[in-house]
């Protein structure tokens, strides 16, 4: 307790250097809970890109190729599944609602995706979020467009905008389907997925727009009208995917098991939570370096602890050996250095969790909006507390250093006036 009290008299005695030092112990864990908070966000945001959907299906190519077009819209379509096995698929007693994917065209970049009304009332991310209309509604005509948040603002495109879709997926195609142009009817809201970088459209305007071309180009000599092409049936001959969910989560395998090893065209059902963990895999090497950067940033906060303790133990001599004058002993310099570096260290721990949770309830909105990453505001995790403790065993231990120094000097040592 008398240790504890000299500690705190000699800090606040040096007050200056003592702030500095833990203003630099507050910024380096702020910024290692702050890389902690971010990656757990990002990994659930990225986990949470397409959630409720039991199975995706899609022509058998794997499990990673099929998510990143299907849901991530990265990547080319090598095949699709005929529409008559799609309805076979539509038709099974396990299944509860299935939503058609078409893929292949693209606007100024950005993917266009063919599907139905369905896919706006069942497709959930974030744990569960439905998706919102910032402005217009879902697609009712053949030429409706449904934009995603980046593509209306990227391009400045408001309701009502006319939107020219472009065959396949060059950022600059010289084949375009300009002869038939859409509307826009309606622009999400932000939802921090691929969603974003999409341009909806109904599966039937697919088949329209393509109705006539062959072999990927327009037919010559051969041209339908807008009013003609809303009269005609427009049956997709063919879909990229589908997004499936069951009536049951407890049938997910016999159901992969069943398209699988479906007869008539080689299927593929991917779990998107299983394809999802694979690919954060993959890609989550960065979450690692990011780790070990504030790893060393709290380190060299920690050394410029001991840096500036050390550069004290010259000035304080005459203090150590009054302190040993009095009846102190050797043990007792050790632990009034040691109580220094552990309440400096303590004191930035509490300060930059403080400052850290202050900080998450000022930016989370806007972050949320700008980026689509969620960023939970609750109690540190375990890991979190273990690593707060780490930073508190090491405070300490940079500490012993200058405190063994300190202990090693001698009464007549600290006497001695030297010139």
């Known amino acids: 307790m008398i240790v504890l009290r000299l500690a705190l008299r000699s800090v606040a005695n040096r007050w200056i250097t003592a702030l500095l030092t833990v ?15 971010v990656r757990t966000g990002a990994r659930a945001s990225f986990a949470d890109t397409i959630s ?11 499990d990673l190729q099929l998510l990143l077009y299907a849901v991530f819209r990265i990547g080319g379509v090598t095949s699709n599944i005929a529409w008559e096995s799609y309805r076979v698929v539509a038709a099974r007693p396990e299944v509860a609602w299935i939503v058609p994917v078409s893929l292949g065209d693209s606007h100024r970049g950005f993917r266009v995706l063919g599907t139905t009304g369905d896919y706006f009332a069942h497709y959930r991310y974030r744990g569960g979020q439905r998706l919102a209309f910032a402005e217009g509604r879902p697609f009712d005509d053949l030429f409706d467009a449904v934009l995603g948040a980046d593509v209306a603002e990227r391009l400045g495109y408001r309701v009502d905008d006319a939107v020219t879709v472009d065959h396949g997926l060059g950022a600059s195609s010289f084949a375009r389907h300009d002869d038939k142009p859409f509307r826009v009817a309606g622009i999400l809201a932000k939802t921090g997925t691929p969603v974003d970088r999409t341009v ?5 305007a697919i088949e329209a727009i393509h109705a006539d071309w062959q072999s990927g180009a327009p037919i010559p000599g ?3 009208g807008a009013d003609e092409l809303r009269r005609m049936a427009l049956t997709p001959r063919a ?34 939570g299983v394809a999802l963990q694979q690919l954060w895999d993959l890609v989550g090497t960065a979450e690692t370096a990011l780790g070990a950067v504030s790893a060393m940033v709290v380190a060299t906060a920690l050394l410029g602890m001991v840096t500036a303790i050390l550069s004290t133990l010259n000035e304080r001599r005459r203090e150590m050996a009054i302190l040993r004058s009095v009846g102190a002993r050797p043990g007792t310099i050790f632990g009034l250095l040691v109580a220094e570096a552990g309440l ?8 930059g969790t403080v400052l850290l949770y202050a900080g998450l309830f000022l930016v989370r909105p806007l972050v949320d909006a700008a980026y689509g990453l969620y960023l939970p505001i609750e109690a540190p995790s375990a890991r979190e507390l273990a690593a707060l403790g780490l930073i508190a065993a090491a405070g300490l231990a940079a500490g012993a250093l200058p405190a063994l120094r300190a202990y090693r000097l001698s009464l007549a040592d600290g006497m001695t006036v030297r010139t």
């Open 23 to 37: 203003c630099g112990i507050a910024v380096s864990v702020m910024l290692l809970l702050g890389v902690e908070k």
């Open 344 to 351: 400096l260290t303590g004191l930035g721990i509490a300060l």
């Open 200 to 204: 909806h459209v109904s599966l039937r």
């Open 52 to 62: 409720g959907t039991d199975a995706i299906v899609g022509p058998r190519t794997g």
């Open 239 to 272: 879909v990229s995917a589908a997004l499936v969910g069951l009536k049951s989560r407890l049938s997910v395998f016999r159901f992969q098991r069943w398209v699988n090893a479906y007869p008539r065209e080689p299927l593929l059902a991917v779990l998107p």
């Open 222 to 224: 051969l041209t339908l």
